[in-house]
């Protein structure tokens, strides 16, 4: 029997709930009905406290490796930050620092962003597009940003929001033709 691919959502926020948790929940779920993968979300608190200090990925503690082999080794990944100050966060950019370069190079990364408001909304392409270019990374071109607005009580409210997504979660489609044939049937 073939094992199934696997999703792997990391969302860049310590705080829980969180919103950047949620809308990467929130589409890893969709994409891993849609195409039968195997799913996994995680958060800077499932990395923990040695993250602040890991030089390399050797540095980690046994949860911190295990949430960054899982990120590595997925088939395809939906990365979230929230934003502060027009940019991802820190402890989120020294998690994906601790990443080889080859570890990511080839690899559908959908991606994603929360803000306060519309005034973020150019991070995904300014910030994360670029990050994930530096990896070699296949970032879809439709990436996602939502704002406070777009929330009620943590879940994705909005309309254009799920449309937008819904657009993305497509896109995954081109890197695994077989799963394609499958969601259609």
Do not use: C
């Not at 030089?55 to 997925?74: F, M, N, S, T």
């Not at 803000?115 to 994360?128: K, S």
Request: aromatic share 10%; proline share 5%.
């Amino acid at each position: 029997m073939m094992s199934r691919l696997k999703l792997v959502g990391f969302a860049g926020s310590y705080n829980r709930p969180s919103k950047t948790f949620a809308l990467v929940d929130h589409i890893a779920t969709i994409a891993s009905e849609r195409y039968g993968f195997e799913k996994r979300v995680h958060d800077l608190t499932d990395v923990g406290p040695t993250l602040g200090q890991a030089q390399r990925q050797g540095d980690l503690d046994a949860a911190a490796l295990a949430v960054l082999k899982e990120v590595v080794d997925a088939d395809v990944l939906v990365i979230g930050s929230p934003t502060y100050k027009g940019s991802y966060p820190g402890m989120f950019k020294h998690f994906i620092d601790l990443i080889d370069p080859e570890q990511l190079r080839a690899k559908p990364i959908l991606i994603s962003a929360t803000g306060g408001g519309d005034r973020h909304a150019l991070m995904v392409e300014h910030q994360l597009r670029p990050l994930f270019g530096f990896f070699m990374a296949h970032t879809l071109p439709t990436a996602i940003y939502a704002s406070d607005r777009d929330f009620v009580d943590y879940k994705v409210n909005s309309d254009a929001l799920k449309q937008r997504i819904g657009f993305a979660i497509d896109e995954i489609a081109a890197f695994f033709p077989a799963q394609k044939l499958a969601a259609a049937e």
